[in-house]
Nanobody, 120 residues
Framework: VQLQASGGGLVQAGGSLRLSCAAS????????MDWYRQAPGKQRELVAR???????NYSDSAKGRFTISRDNAKNTVYLQMNGLKPEDTAVYYC???????????????WGQGTEVTVSS
């Protein structure tokens, strides 16, 4: 199983970006899909989570500006980021909890990260 993240880049403050993360390989189902971020010198933090039922959670910093969504048919999770601020600058990682076979264990996978830089 691999997670491929994309969509990062350089944007001015107030701008928008849409991140994507596609899971591929031997996948029966995906329960939770997350976006994390890690800024230079800081710990990795959870930005947004979406469950298989579509319910979501956001960090306080993401609420009202970011929207997480998923396309189950494509095993893909998205993060629409609006009103970006310089403090959003970080490497963004996707994470997924994946069931590979029926009745098997869930495995945790990480994408490679995509860099977001917000200039002031």
């Amino acid at each position: 199983v691999q997670l491929q993240a994309s969509g990062g880049g350089l944007v001015q403050a107030g701008g928008s970006l849409r991140l994507s993360c596609a899971a591929s390989g031997s996948i029966f189902s995906i329960t939770i899909m997350d976006w994390y971020r890690q800024a230079p010198g800081k710990q990795r933090e959870l930005v947004a989570r979406i469950r298989s039922d579509g319910s979501t959670n956001y960090s306080d910093s993401a609420k009202g500006r970011f929207t997480i969504s998923r396309d189950n048919a494509k095993n893909t999770v998205y993060l629409q980021m609006n009103g970006l601020k310089p403090e959003d600058t970080a490497v963004y990682y996707c994470n997924a909890e994946i069931l590979k076979v029926v009745g098997g264990p869930y495995y945790d996978y990480w994408g490679q990260g995509t860099e977001v830089t917000v200039s002031s």
